[in-house]
């Protein structure tokens, strides 16, 4: 299969990127239409029609995908899970790191494009992909596309904290 088309599926994950990339020079994605429902939201969201918790319950109940170096499977207990330790792509700012994510597997293809070495994207569900990472990172959704949304490594922890309490 083309690297570019690339998909698999994982339901969670304890893995960080080993090391964060600089961000990219390259174009920046035009976010014509939704393509799913947490999409949908984040939109809403960004025009100020939906509020932090209908895009955190869109967040945490959505399948995500996020961008690998390796293939980024492995089964255990008949399930399969993002490889231990696997690289996953992240940026680079002044204040912290960011893990990318990804609301759908076409939103990926800017990353891969300009990232060569990140091949593989892997669909994880969203809430127990977020609770089962450890360490000190913010989170950014949808890089190099119009429609994004960063969170700081605060505001990342924060947003772990409410998963924990429900």
């Not at 700081?152 to 904290?161: H, K, S, T």
Request: hydrophobic residues 45%; negative net charge.
């Amino acid at each position: 299969m083309n690297p570019e088309e690339k998909s698999e599926t994982a339901p969670a994950a304890g893995a960080m990127a080993r090391g964060p990339i600089p961000l990219g020079k390259g174009t920046i994605g035009t976010f014509t239409s939704p393509e799913d429902e947490l999409a949908r939201v984040l939109v809403a969201f960004r025009q100020r029609e939906a509020s932090i918790p209908d895009l955190l319950d869109a967040l945490f109940n959505s399948t995500i995908f996020v961008v690998t170096v390796e293939p980024g499977l492995a089964w255990a207990d008949n399930k399969p899970q993002l490889v231990p330790n696997a690289s996953l792509f992240s940026m680079i700012y002044p204040e912290f790191n960011a893990l990318g994510i990804f609301t759908s597997l076409s939103r990926t293809l800017p990353v891969r494009r300009e990232h060569a070495e990140f091949r593989f994207a892997v669909a994880v569900p969203a809430g127990e992909f977020l609770s089962g990472l450890t360490g000190r990172f913010g989170l950014i959704i949808n890089p190099y596309w119009d429609m994004n949304l960063q969170w700081n490594p605060e505001q990342v922890e924060r947003i772990r904290a409410m998963m924990r309490r429900e």
